[in-house]
Structures are given as C-alpha cells and as structure tokens.
C-alpha cells in the first residue's frame, strides 16, 4: 500500500515565528487531508485538497497539494500559543486513509 | 454538533479479560474505523467497517476483533487483553467517499 511520510517529526518556534510541515506520499493521492491533534485531544479534520497544485488558506494557515499529487504541505504564519498541536497529513488506500507519522509544533511564548 | 461517543476515556483492566470498547456515531456515516496511537508510531488503524456486518483488517488487527450489527455502532473487542495492548485507541467515522473522518475523544486502555 502506500506511504505517507511526514517532516519534520518535532518543530519548536518561539511565538510570531512561522512553521512549515511537509507530507510525502509514495503513490500519486486522489487527494489528502490535514488534521490537528491537541495535547490531550483527539485529530480533528482540518482541510481536504483534491486538485493538482490547489492552494487553500485558513487565516493563518496555507495548504498546499503538489502539481504531482505526491506532496503537500501546510504552513502557519506567526504562529500562536493556540497552534500547538501535532498535525497529521492523511492520503488514502484503498478503502481507508493513510496517516502520516505527524509534526509535533510546541511555541515557546 | 455531530458527534463520535467513545464508552469509556480510561480503563484499566487485567491481563486476559476479554475487554470491549464501544464508538457511536451519530452522523448516518457508512465507514466506521478503530486506530491506537502509541508515542512514535503516529495512527495504526486495526480494523475498519464500511457497512453493517462488514469488517476489513488494517495494519494490526491480531489480538483485536471487532463488531458491526448496527450502523451507528462499532465495537473493538480484545479476546485476550495483554499488556503490549496498553494504548490510546481512537474510533473515527466518515462518509463513503472523499471526505474528513469524525474522531471520538478516543479510551485510554492501561492492561495491568
């Protein structure tokens, strides 16, 4: 089945700063989505991307799917206290979907 | 608000119960799906239901069984309870089709 790897694994950022995490599939994705994981929380659903180089902005966050289909990433802008989280990018396989590992984001106010 | 209700937030049983954790949905969703997240290994989904008394083994189902006779509920059943079974176990839902899975608020189960 297919891969889903994600860089960084840990990011920290002193509070303003911004922050990037990347997701590599090694298939080409139909289309692939974003989760956010609160310390303590569960992974709520963020975003979907199914176009070929589709850009999507959520205030301060940009989603990004590669021209291929292959990567995405997604980027925060100053970032804040509140963004501290682990994100997940997640593509599917067959029936279900195929998580990434996660970036784990900690902001030093 | 659409929900996913997980029965328990934390449980501790002994080695060898036979141990049931509960997801219900209320959101008519076809596809139901049981993950444990362990520190280091992200999401690894055990078992997964597209339809009613339909199951579909992920990447590590031994040692877990699970259970659909109603579409909005879907059981994950450890026969045996061992101590490497000691995890965050995370039921989600979704539709059929391209779209976002519904997370609970996932069962802290600590196997003594």
């Known amino acids: 089945g297919q891969q889903v790897m994600q860089i960084p694994q840990y990011q920290h950022v002193q509070e303003g700063e911004d922050f990037t995490t990347y997701c590599n599939s090694s298939?080409?994705?139909?289309?692939i989505q974003w989760y956010k994981q609160r310390p303590g929380g569960h992974p709520v659903f963020l975003i979907q991307?199914?176009?070929?180089?589709e850009v999507k902005k959520q205030k301060r966050l940009t989603f990004q799917f590669g021209e291929a289909k292959k990567n995405s990433s997604l980027h925060i802008t100053a970032t804040q206290t509140t963004d501290v989280g682990t994100y997940f990018c997640a593509g599917p396989d067959n029936n279900d979907m195929r998580f990434g590992a996660g970036t784990r984001l900690t902001v030093k106010p | 608000d659409v929900k996913v209700t997980q029965s328990s937030r934390y449980l501790v049983k002994r080695t060898g119960e036979k141990v049931f954790l509960e997801c219900v949905q209320d959101?008519?969703?076809?596809?139901m799906f049981w993950y444990r997240q362990d520190p280091g290994l992200g999401l690894r989904l055990i078992y997964f239901s597209y339809d009613v008394k339909m199951k579909e083994k992920g990447d590590i189902p031994e040692g877990y069984s699970v259970s659909r006779e109603k579409k909005e509920r879907f059981s994950l059943i450890l026969e045996s309870a061992s101590t490497n079974q000691t995890s965050m176990y995370l039921c989600?839902?979704?539709?059929?089709?391209?779209?976002?899975?519904?997370f609970g608020s996932g069962t802290r189960l600590t196997v003594v």
């Open positions: 959101m008519d969703h076809e596809n």
């Open positions: 298939t080409t994705l139909s289309n």
């Open positions: 991307l199914v176009k070929s180089g």
């Open positions: 989600a839902s979704s539709y059929r089709g391209p779209g976002g899975y519904t």
